[in-house]
Structures are given as structure tokens and as C-alpha cells.
């Protein structure tokens, strides 16, 4: 049996989308709803791969049936392509599975050369309207098919509009429109080498190939690979009859929503315009009506489409964007598919359909994705400002929101001028001594450094927008200025950032503040009903941990201890500990660290008031501690008593060549266990002080980088050990645990023997994909694109959870370490515990919570909705 390439309008629904694409897959189901659709036929998908697949030729069962399918169309509507009696034009579009905005414009009038125009012309008795469409045919031709650019065009309607003194295209007369088709006809000629072509088949041909070629433009690639859209799909062709708006004052062409695309308000929201087609109404020449007006121009043709965008409404579950034509005063719906919205519509339109009673709660909750979340949380730049603003570059999306500022190139500096106006910290790249100024700027754009970098892991964890990557910056810390391309600012110079899209613009862009409504709490609320895994966040502080129970967060999943000794009154004790002589003396400066330190868990755990506390015992290498400037060098020495050129070999030795596999997280712990005897000490004192002020405490102590079995048998018992003789001292008990950071793959194929010795797993994702792929998290920027480009990886796994590797890893782990402990406490506190394709994943190995940053937290609530939903992926993601 021959393989079916072609489908009739009438022979599909909307469930076949992958094969006939959204538009196809649309058109045949409101066909089937008895909806007035002009007739047409779709080639699929599969025709699109195998062009392709075909050395870009298409195969001769293609064409047959596509022919077969216009005899059925000509036959159906009573006209003939090229007919020189009575002509069918039709249009050509484009139909990818899901919407790709700006792949391939629409060709219209398909099938107009000097013969068929004259007998149109005569048909309809009305030359403008012939010679107005032949003109719009040409130029879509051109342009979509042949690459001939629009301006050229549009230079010519420029011209005789001011040499006549027209001020619309619509005030030409034949005559003018007539000359015009000939102009075009010389410019397509001029460009292309070709006469324009007169054959309506080689017309139709050319058109079907260009479509299938726009599935590979440079636009859909960059589209796909930022929606995560695979490129394997293809796209397919609408061939559909031609009506007209352009004939006359009853006839019409406009685009509508059903429902307020801002707001999400339950009311009508779109233009129109009289006498025209519909590039008409996108295009800005004429200013169109409100469709209210249409009541008043139209009151029949009015009722009829506000009945039929409700019954599309109901059909689909969702709000539509409708386009339609009116032909000699006859409706035609052209097009309906699910309307893009503004974030704060998203939720509003989902949870009134809940309340309408036309979708469940958890419909609502999987049409929720995570940018819509993320937009909802943090500032935006208001759309008109954004459109007018400057771009200087592009880098990651490293931490959403929007940010205007004066650039500063050092911590110092930033913190000294973020007292008198907004600063943005712009560095090559950020180090634990800039926190204050992170702290300091609205926010932080790095020249190197990816998703993970951390720069992005700090200001996510701040909830600041943050760039990372910008490539084609140069800094000149010297002169204190910033070059990019040709362009040079100055330190305090202002820029915008947008921490959604990467982008970084000149000047002040206007923001929008976030907002929260109650229809987003009450979808929470929902979200929080469905969920089965836990929600935790990282948090190092009292402050991140209060923005994460505001946020839900049902405790903190990490808190990493390091972050506490880069603070102004505690760095210098730390530097001193490192480099001191022998154990002795490194204790006596552990003794003075040490209620510093569990001043710090007290205070967090004040905040919990008996919600679980993960702490991570130290994990980076003691160099990251350590000076760099000359001056703080000299203070070291003269303080410690050495010489500069003594304390520089110091720091010189401890500095580790390739420290993610070198000297830290439980090494530390095992050459100096004292480090971690005095953060277990601290950590004891903070939860016995809690107890005594009447707050519970549930306190996890968290060992970091274990390998093997014996660095956790070994240090568990030391901790143990010591936490119990505290309890005993003071005759409090409070509630702890230990365990360890899954974060290498050794760790993972060991993890039942592991399991013996921790009370849970907090996979530690970030490092678990270094170690996995051996890719430095700091550096892949500079070939993972290059990687996705070339379809070597589809997505950078620093940013979403690799399911072949990583993922089988944990999930050996998880399965270990059930056969030995059953009820182990399992979960994740990487980054990608706050991405939702990485928590469904999670979900599937059977984790039992996520921790991410307290501004992801909301993201995590949703996902983790889904999750036990059974989603595989966000009905919004594509």
C-alpha cells in the first residue's frame, strides 16, 4: 500500500499535529466542526523529512499526490489552478508541530500570472482588486521563495504613493497597481536572473520547496534550539483556496483573540480591517479597528464570530487566536490555534477554566511553564521600551529578571557606589571575595562562565539578574572601561539587563515589577495539593531561608557552610586557620570561629522553627579563602608574623592545580578533622540554643564528595560522636542525621555501602555532570553551543539533567541504596533542582525531594505538580 503524504482537509483532526502540524491538524478539525474553513489539503510532515532525506528533491509519490489532492480542491470549489476561465489561487503556508514564529511567511495569491489577473479581473469585474493581488504575490514570492528582500518592493508602493499624493495603498487605482506589478516583475528579474515565473504548477512547486527549506533557516534552528524543539520533526505545507478581503467595503481580513491576551480577561480582543488581506493588519500600513467596531460595521458577521471563537474556545479548552477573512460578506475562519499570553494572563485564563468548569485543576497546572513562573517572580522591561532599547550583546540566561544600573569592574567599587544609585557588578568572571558586591548591585553580568558558574549559582540564589558569557566584552580594569564590538562605556555609564533572554542593553530600559495575584496562590495551592515530592531550597543564611519559606519551601535542603567564611568579620580567622603552622594553632583559630559560625545556624534555624536543615560540612579547596592582592597579602604576613615571600610559597602550596578533583569536601575532613569537629560543634550549640528558646530543630549534617566507604564510616563516627557528647553536656536533645552529598560516579556504583553509614542521599547534580562528562562547569560555555548546534548535545546538561549518563548513575545509587536501607531519605540540591524537566526526571527514579535556590522554589512547587501527574514534559515548554 502506498504511504499517504497528503491529506484533504476533511480526512484529518486535531490529534494528528505531529504528522499534519498545528495549522493542518487545526484546519481539518474545525472542518470537521462544521466550521466555514476555506477547502484545502495538507502535505505532512514526514514529506518534509523526506525531501530532505532525498538530496532536497521531492519524490515522485509526493508530487502525484499533491496533484491528486488539487483536482479534489479544483473539483471541490468549482475553479482550476491556472484556468484561464475561472482560476482557483490559493495560499501556501507553513504547519510545523509546534509554532515557530517567523520560520516562513505566508504566500498568498499562489497562482496569478498576466493571463489568470486579466481574467480575474474581468471575472469580478474589478481591475484594483486583480492587479492589488497579482502585486502582494509578487512580493511574497520573491521574498519567501527566492530571498528577493522586501524593501526593494516596498521602495517602489513608496514612490508612487508620493508622486500621486496617496497616503494608503489602498487609495492606488488600477492604473497605478498595473505599473507596479511591472516594476516588480523587473526588480524580480534583476534579482533572481529569471523572468518571474508565468507556469502556476512551477509557481506551487517552488513554493512547497521553499517551505520545506525554511525548516532548516538559520531563524527555526536558533528557535529550536532555544525551545528545545527537536530537528527531527520537520514541517508541513497548507495548500488552501484563496478568499478575498481585499474585493470591496464587504469584505475584510483581522486576527482576534478570545480571550484578553494581557490580562486573560473573558473578552474579545483583536483588530480588523476593511478591504484588505491579511499582512494588512501585522503590517502597520493602515491602522486597523477594534473587532468591537465590527458590531457596528458588521452586526450579523459580529454575532456569528463571537459564537464560533466560544465554540472553538470549549473545543479546544483553551483560549484561541483566530484568523478570519470576510469574503462579499461571508465569514471564513483561516486559521485557530492556543493564543500566546502574557504570564499574568496564563494563570488568570488557566484557573478561570477551572472555575468555568471546562478543564481540571491539573490541566490548569500543566498548561503553567517554568519562564512564565520565572516571569512572574522578577522584573520585566516594559515591551515598548524594549523594542526601542539598544542591544550590546548577548550572553546566558544565567538568573531572570531585569535590572538598569551604573557600571562598576570591582566588589569595592560597586559596594561604595550602590550607597548613592543602582550598580550593575560587571566582572570576567566572580569569585567568593565579590559577594559583598553582588550583595551591593541590582545585577551581575560576567565575560565568562556558565549556567553553573558562580556568578549564576550566587544570583540565582539572591534572586538578581545575572548574564553570564558575554563574550565579546573586553574589560579594561585599568582604565576601568568596557569595550564591546566597537562601542566603549566608562565605569558608572548605565546598562539594562535582562536576565530572561541574556541580552544587555545600552542605557535605561523602563521595567515592569513583578506581580503576584490571588489566582497564582490559588494555583499554588492546587499545585500543592497534587505534588508528592518535597520541596526544599538552598539557602546559607536567615535571609534566604525567610524568602524560602515565603516562598513554600518546606525546609532547606542546603546550606553550604563555606559561603558563611567569606564574611567581612570572619574571612581574616578563616585565612589565618588555613595557613596556620601546625594543628594547634589551627584550632585556636577554629575556637574563635566556632560560635561565629553556629550564630549563623542559629539564626536559621530560628527561621525553620522545626523545619529540616541540611547543612553541608566545608567542600572547596582552602586556596579559594585565600588572598590574591598584594595588599591584603602584606597585612596577613605582618599579622601572622612571616614575611610576604614566606606567606606567597604558602599560598603558593596550597593552591591546588585542578581542584575539583583535588583537596576538598570530606579530604579536608579527613587531613583536618578539626575543620569539621568545629562546624559539628557549632552546629550542636546552635540547635541546643534553639531548643532552650522553645524552637524544634531538625538538623541534617551533610558530608560532602564521598568516594568511599570509609571516608563517611570514618567521619560519621567522629560527628556522631561529638554531637552526642554536646547533647549529653547540656541535657538537650534535638533531632539530627548524617549523611552525604552523592556527587561522584564512583559514590554512585558504591552507594549500598554508603547507604550503611548515611541516613540520606542529597545528590549533588552540578559536580555529578563534571565528573560524569568530564566537562569543567566554568569553561564548557566555549564549546557546549558550539556542541548543541551540531546536534552533539541537545541540551547543555549543566541546565537540564542528562537522562543517558547521569541520570542512569543516580538512579543505580537510589536503587542500591534501597536494598540496604529501604526508607533512606533521598533527593536533589544541584541546580537542576529547580529546572522542570530535571525534577520529572527526578520523579522517575524515585527521588523524594528537590532543593534549589529560594527564587525557584515556586518553579519546583509546579513541577513537581506535574511530576505526579505523569507529564513527561510542559504543555508550554514548546
Known sequence: MTKKYVYNFSEGNKDM?????????????MKSLGINVPPGFTITTESCNSYYENGERIKPEILKQINEQLEILEKEIGKKLGCLENPLLVSVRSGAVYSMPGMMDTILNLGLNDETTIVLAKKNNNYRFAYDSYRRFIQMFSDVVMGVEKYKFEEVLTRVKQENGYEQDSDMNEKDLFKVVEEFKAIYKKETGKEFPMSVKEQLMLAVEAVFKSWNNNRAKVYRRLHSISDKLGTAVNIQAMVFGNMGENCGTGVSFSRNPVTGEDELFGEYLINAQGEDVVAGIRTPKNISVLEEDMPNLYKEFVDISKKLEKHYKDMQDIEFTIEDGKLYILQTRNAKRTPNAVVEVAVSLVEEGVI????????????????????????????????????????????????????????????????????????????EGMVSSQAIVTLRGGMTSHAAVVARGMGKCCVCGCQNMIIDYKDKTLRVSDEVLNEGDVISVDGSSGKVYSGEVEKVEAQFSERFKKLLSWADEIREMRVFA???????????????????????????????????????????ADTQERVKFLDRLQPIQSEDFYKIFKAADGKSVNIRLLDPPLHEFLPKDDKTIEVIAEEIGVTVAQLNAKIKSIAEFNPMMGHRGCRLGMTYPEIYLMQAKAISAAA????????????????????LEKEISYLREKIVELVEKEIHLYATD????????????????????????????????????????????????????????????ESDPFVHLDESGVLQLMEIAVNKARQTKPNIKLGICGEHGGDEKSILLCSKIGLGYVSCSPYRVIIARIAAAKAAIGAEESATTK
Do not use: W
Open 17 to 29: 499535529r505531529s504528522l499534519l502540524g498545528g495549522k493542518g491538524a487545526n484546519l481539518a478539525e
Open 688 to 707: 541546643i540554643r534553639a531548643r532552650k528558646d522553645g524552637h524544634e530543630v531538625t538538623v541534617e549534617i551533610m558530608i560532602p564528595l564521598v568516594g
Open 360 to 435: 481540571t485543576k491539573e490541566e490548569a497546572i500543566l498548561r503553567i511553564g517554568s519562564d512564565e513562573v520565572n516571569k512572574l517572580l522578577h522584573a520585566t522591561f516594559e515591551e515598548k521600551s524594549l523594542k526601542n532599547a539598544k542591544q550590546l550583546t548577548q550572553g546566558l540566561a544565567a538568573s531572570p529578571g531585569a535590572a538598569t544600573g551604573h557600571i562598576y569592574f570591582s566588589a569595592e567599587e560597586a559596594v561604595e557606589a550602590a550607597k548613592k544609585y543602582p550598580v550593575i557588578l560587571v566582572r570576567e568572571e566572580t569569585s567568593p571575595e565579590d559577594i
Open 538 to 580: 538552598n539557602a546559607d543564611n536567615e535571609t534566604d531561608a525567610k524568602v524560602a519559606f515565603d516562598f513554600g519551601a518546606e525546609g532547606v535542603g542546603l546550606c553550604r557552610t563555606e559561603h558563611m567564611f567569606f564574611e567581612e568579620d570572619r574571612i581574616s580567622l578563616v585565612r589565618k586557620m588555613i595557613l596556620a
Open 734 to 793: 534535638f533531632n539530627y542525621k548524617v549523611g552525604t552529598m552523592i556527587e561522584i560516579p564512583r559514590a554512585c556504583l558504591i552507594a549500598d555501602k554508603v547507604a550503611k553509614h548515611a541516613d540520606f542521599f542529597s545528590f549533588g547534580t552540578n559536580d555529578l555532570t563534571q565528573l560524569t562528562f568530564g566537562y569543567s562547569r566554568d569553561d564548557a560555555e566555549k564549546f557546549i553551543d558550539i556542541y548543541k548546534k551540531k546536534n552533539i548535545l
